[in-house]
């Protein structure tokens, strides 16, 4: 099942499939949690929105008409939520303005200075993770190996290869930590699209 599309996966999970829709949230739920958590800048709430559109996904999934990705869906799905908790906590006025005008620029243009920026500083940090667990990073983040398949690759348990993972998405976020405001005047699709799948 890990190798059908989206669309494959939406055709089954509208069925009521429940492993259909287990791979498809294995599949993106990370990606935009990282995405809602350079922008409201708090792990909690960044799971607590991502949490909620999923259930919402399986909730209404009747009613839901996917044709593409189910990704293009979740990252428009993701954009409102984000605006809407921006809205609901009434941030500073200022960081609402720039995030609501990098949402809305999507699709017009990217700040490609920036882009190249914190594509460089993400490296950096790729760079500074001890030589294991910089491979297998870059086997499952990079070159798009399945947790199974870097296990199998490298002879590793999966539980090793998820550890490592998850310690290397911690120490990549936090060295990229002070640089987190910079992410708003990039847009989701040029930076998320490009350095984080």
């Known amino acids: 099942m890990h190798s059908f599309s ?3 996966l939406w055709t089954l999970v509208r069925q009521g499939d429940t492993m259909a829709f287990e791979v498809l949230y294995n599949r993106y739920w990370e990606k935009f949690y990282t995405l809602c958590y350079w922008h409201v800048l708090d792990q909690d709430t960044a799971k607590d929105i991502v949490q909620e559109l999923f259930i919402d996904l399986w909730d209404k999934r009747d009613k839901i008409d996917i044709r593409e ?9 993701v954009r409102n939520r984000v605006l809407n908790h921006i809205r609901s ?3 500073k006025r200022r960081h609402y ?16 200075n920036n882009e ?3 594509r460089k500083l993400y490296q950096e940090e790729i760079g500074k993770l001890p030589p294991r667990m910089k491979e297998i990073y870059m086997l499952n983040k990079e070159q798009g190996m399945s947790i199974a398949e870097v296990a199998g690759q490298l002879a590793l348990s999966e539980q090793t290869v998820k550890n490592q993972l998850g310690n290397a998405l911690k120490k990549i976020r936090s060295g990229l930590e002070h640089y987190r405001l910079l ?8 930076f998320f699209g490009k350095i984080l799948i």
């Open 116 to 118: 190249r920026e914190l």
């Open 69 to 77: 990705t189910a990704e293009g869906y979740l990252k428009v799905a």
């Open 6 to 8: 989206d669309i494959e």
């Open 183 to 190: 992410s708003l005047i990039v847009t989701i699709a040029g």
């Open 97 to 112: 303005d720039a995030a609501r005008s990098t949402l809305e620029k999507e699709s017009q243009s990217e700040d490609l």
């Open 89 to 91: 906590v009434n941030t």
